[in-house]
């Protein structure tokens, strides 16, 4: 229970992050009461006060964190739980409340110029090299991913292969099938996640996939079994060696990676 709690306070410390977003929604929370006039706005109020100590009270609970992680959404996506949190709704309504006791229409104005100078000074820039970068394409991925499943496509073609099952390295997985949908895989980026893999078969090669030092028979063995026709591995001249020894043929060499075929075993 205590892994859990501490991970939910990671996901809210993550959430939160450096700006002051988060202080100003609970501030927003507290003074809602005494801006508060008249029964409905009051209803309004005690509507978005009482929600939100039920979400964190959901949230920090270890039972139901831990029912969420691991049985709804999964522990890699738990704050994605802030998106039911009204932040922005609590903090409008309250700016609003504030606005209504205004009179004057100059007024009116000044607060709210004043309330989204302080939205956005308590929070933070998002466009940022860390979270932004030039794309290469039209399709917004990695340009050595186009061109090893263009490879695989022409070389497919050449050869009268109809099925294309690829084991890829693994920072490739999460690309291929968004480019090129024809290719199969044995698994995809939920290997990353330690989540069960659809066989025996699969689970050996992602193994090999991860190893250091990988046994190229194995991953031959466990390839064919699968129906895997080719592998994209990291270029190395010792690699290489060995897979053409096993039986792989060169496609192409592509940045930093090698494109292999390996032709399905005689009946």
């Not at 801006?35 to 109020?45: H, I, P, V």
């Not at 607060?111 to 090299?129: D, H, K, R």
């Not at 991860?210 to 190395?236: A, G, I, P, T």
Request: net charge positive.
């Amino acid at each position: 229970m205590r892994e859990i709690i501490q991970s939910a306070w990671e996901v809210y410390g993550q959430f939160n992050g450096a700006g002051m977003h988060m202080a100003l929604f609970l501030a927003a929370l507290l003074f809602l009461g005494g801006l508060s006039r008249s029964n409905g706005e009051r209803s309004n109020a005690r509507l978005l006060s009482w929600y939100s100590v039920l979400f964190f009270g959901i949230f920090f609970c270890p039972v139901t964190a831990k029912v969420i992680m691991e049985y709804c959404i999964g522990a890699e996506v738990y704050w994605r739980m802030f998106w039911i949190l009204p932040l922005p709704a609590a903090v409008a309504y309250a700016l609003a409340l504030q606005m209504k006791k205004v009179l004057p229409a100059w007024k009116k104005a000044a607060l709210a110029v004043s309330g989204a100078l302080v939205i956005a000074v308590t929070g933070a820039a998002v466009y940022t090299p860390q979270n932004y970068s030039h794309a290469e394409n039209i399709y917004k991925l990695p340009q050595q991913v186009v061109e090893i499943c263009d490879s695989i496509r022409t070389d497919a073609e050449m050869r009268g292969v109809s099925e294309k099952k690829a084991v890829v390295a693994n920072e490739l997985l999460s690309y291929v099938r968004q480019y090129d949908g024809s290719i199969q895989m044995p698994y995809g980026r939920n290997a990353l996640k330690n989540l069960k893999l659809q066989n025996k078969n699969s689970k050996k090669i992602f193994q090999l996939m991860c190893s250091q030092e990988v046994s190229f028979e194995k991953l031959r063995k466990y390839s064919r079994l699968e129906k895997c026709n080719y592998l994209v591995y990291y270029h190395d001249n010792l690699a290489r060696e060995a897979l053409c020894g096993l039986g792989y043929e060169v496609v192409g060499d592509i940045g930093e990676y090698t494109v292999f075929y390996l032709e399905a075993e005689a009946p």
